[in-house]
């Protein structure tokens, strides 16, 4: 909240980028004034391909939560939107191409086996937006690249878990 306070002073639009999974759709929407909360657009850089009605469709859960809240991800009621559909969409949404695109917050959670993102082994690490397959339940996701992420002015790593916070000090 107070980072998103101090941007909030200096910018029109504040562009999050939210990893999927339980943790961050627990932790939102976020406690914050109307005012600032109307300059923030969620992008789901992390989300499973799903219909619309799944269990697992991040974006109709956040929604769910706070109707207020702008979300953007390539899932919608209309249908899943493909890579490069959901590149230009973002690119239209952002005013920048992908290449150049700086989040402003990015709040990640993270699997018990330690991916983020649904960044897994065998990727195209010069891309900055693909489909993937989690080899655990065979899911299709699209995800933003490391690359893309890395660019994140403020990044939290957020771990809702006794096991995931052994997991996070086990790193260090």
Known sequence: NQTLRSIAKTRTNIFI???????????????????????????????????????????????????NL??????????????????????RVTNTSLNKLVLDVLILGFGN??????????IDHERMLYYTTYKKDNSKRMTFSM?????SRNIFLISNSKEKTELLKNLG
């Open 17 to 67: 980028g939210l990893s999927g999974g339980e943790t961050i759709i627990e932790s939102l929407p976020f406690q914050l004034d109307s005012d600032i909360m109307l300059k923030c657009t969620f992008l789901l850089i992390d989300e499973r391909i799903v219909q619309w009605h799944s269990i697992n469709c991040n974006r109709r859960k956040l929604e769910l939560k706070d109707a």
């Open 70 to 91: 702008r979300v953007i991800g390539p899932i919608s009621e209309h249908g899943n939107l493909n890579v490069l559909e959901h590149q230009l969409f973002l690119e």
């Open 113 to 122: 086996d330690g991916h983020i993102a649904s960044i897994f082994e065998n």
């Open 147 to 151: 690359k893309l992420l890395q660019k």
